[in-house]
């Protein structure tokens, strides 16, 4: 029986050397081709936009207010076709725009408390923009 033993032992020390020497030989590979062993973490993405932040037309309830109409409009989805919800759309935007609403709902709730001629600012000076530069390029 004490041959048995001994002989377990020996097989345990080869499968422990031989674990040892694959290891040796990952580290060797390593050392010598490291660009192969490099992992693509996927990094967060990081945009490079800014809203300037009390700009006349736009800046964040400005923001919030394009938020809110594509939220309303219920044609922006996610993977599972579904509308997204009016916080997950804010997220994106501030995201894009390195902003940040604090809660979407009280900048909502600024749009609504604007009078009813101004409900609509910035969209209705983007709609201008865009007015004014089709003149332009009819002139031209």
Request: net charge positive; hydrophobic share 40%; aromatic share 8%.
């Amino acid at each position: 029986m004490g041959r048995g033993k001994n002989a377990l032992k020996i097989l345990y020390v080869h499968k422990a050397l031989s674990t040892i020497d694959a290891e040796l030989q990952l580290i060797n590979l390593k050392i010598n081709h490291p660009e192969q062993f490099k992992l693509s973490i996927p990094t967060a993405f990081k945009s490079d936009l800014y809203v300037i932040p009390k700009s006349k037309d736009l800046g964040i309830i400005g923001i919030a207010e394009i938020v809110l109409a594509l939220f309303l409009q219920g044609q922006i989805v996610g993977e599972d076709g579904k509308p997204v919800p009016e916080v997950r759309l804010a997220r994106g935007f501030e995201q894009l725009f390195n902003l940040k609403f604090g809660s979407i709902y009280d900048k909502v709730g600024e749009v609504f408390t604007r009078k009813s001629y101004n409900l609509t600012k910035t969209l209705d000076a983007l709609r201008n923009a865009i007015i004014k530069e089709d003149r332009k390029r009819k002139n031209r």
